[in-house]
């Protein structure tokens, strides 16, 4: 209960919500120059504003008290808490995506139902191959205050991720997650397709 008590400081909400909207603000820039149709690419300051609101109002909070609400359920760091935390993060992520990809459609005037049902599963499948392994550090080795700012930091690469399927109109063309060489789908030449 006490791990749980220390994620509701306001050091542990400022560190949380700033390191969320950095790794949002950080993949959706990556996610720009990784697709810059040209050598010539210029950053669009709007869309990294758009996608780092989505993390400092959205998903910084909700991931905050989503740690502290599962470290008072299952406080701890036994083998069985930890992988029950991973079931619960792999089972809750429709959720967290739903809450992502409908903010962003939110806010750009699109159809937040479209946007949900085109992007959560697709994206959901992808992040069954990244985050389990880094919820299972992270539950495992990692004090509950600083484990929204350390998913955050690890993050970056997902939010690179959303970003890019979130601005290309579905998962279709988006190209594979890579984690340590390993690619979530078939083609990991497709991640530097120019679009």
Excluded at 94 to 101: A, G, H, T, V
Excluded at 166 to 194: I, Q, R
């Amino acid at each position: 209960m006490a791990a749980a008590a220390a994620m509701m400081t306001p050091v542990a909400w400022a560190r949380s919500l700033s390191i969320v909207t950095t790794s949002f603000a950080v993949g959706d820039v990556a996610a720009q120059a990784l697709t810059a149709p040209t050598a010539d690419w210029r950053w669009n300051a709007r869309r990294t504003a758009e996608f780092s609101a989505v993390g400092l109002c959205v998903m910084g909070p909700t991931s905050h008290l989503f740690e502290a609400f599962i470290e008072r359920q299952l406080p701890g760091t036994a083998a069985r808490t930890v992988f029950t935390k991973v079931l619960a993060r792999v089972t809750i992520a429709p959720c967290f995506l739903s809450l992502s990809f409908g903010s962003l459609a939110f806010i750009r005037g699109r159809d937040v139902g479209d946007a949900i049902a085109s992007s959560v599963w697709p994206a959901w499948k992808v992040g069954t191959a990244f985050w389990p392994a880094v919820s299972l550090a992270t539950y495992r080795f990692v004090p509950v205050q600083w484990r929204p700012a350390v998913g955050s930091c690890v993050g970056a690469v997902w939010s690179t991720y959303l970003s890019f399927a979130a601005t290309s109109g579905g998962f279709e063309d988006a190209p594979p997650l890579v984690v340590d060489g390993n690619a979530a789908c078939a083609d990991p030449d497709k991640l530097h397709k120019v679009v």
